[in-house]
């Protein structure tokens, strides 16, 4: 069972940034940047390598990472296609939440580059992803 202390204020004091929310358009989901920072946003959205989550109520529900830009991810998860099992999975699951009226922040987090050991990069967001995932243990 996941630590209740492990919560989305975590992720925040990790570096992971609260960009926006997901909302509905039609039969779709779409993801609206908002706040003071979202012109800001845009940039982080453009990061390769990085990672995400999605907050209900400042629980994590999901921890994902990716190795094209946020914003490409995303395409995925608005319209999945029919052999795209994940995407399919948040995206149902996503709508259901929003359609009764809950909000799913997501938030962002673009690591730091050039981390090197060695000759070899380091790929901060994949070691970070699983030690994240083991321990919030997402739904």
């Known amino acids: 069972m996941a630590n209740p202390e492990l919560n989305a204020e975590v992720l ?8 926006g929310q997901w909302r509905t358009s039609g039969d779709y989901i779409v993801y609206q940047l908002d706040g003071e920072d979202a012109a800001a946003n845009e940039v982080l ?11 209900k109520d400042n629980q994590v529900l999901y921890i994902g ?10 395409v995925g998860y608005c319209r999945p296609g029919k052999r ?14 929003i359609t009764a009226g809950e909000e ?27 030690s ?5 243990e997402p739904p």
């Open 45 to 55: 959205l453009e990061a390769r390598n990085a990672l995400y989550a999605f907050v």
């Open 132 to 136: 994240l995932i083991r321990e919030f």
């Open 104 to 130: 799913i922040r997501i938030f962002a987090f673009a690591p730091i580059t050039h981390l090197r050991y060695a000759d070899f990069e380091i790929n901060l967001a994949a070691g970070l992803e699983d």
């Open 84 to 97: 795209q099992a994940t995407n399919k999975r948040c995206h149902g699951n996503i709508k259901a939440a």
């Open 12 to 19: 925040l004091n990790l570096g992971f940034v609260d960009v």
């Open 65 to 74: 990472k990716t190795a094209r830009s946020i914003r490409r991810r995303y």
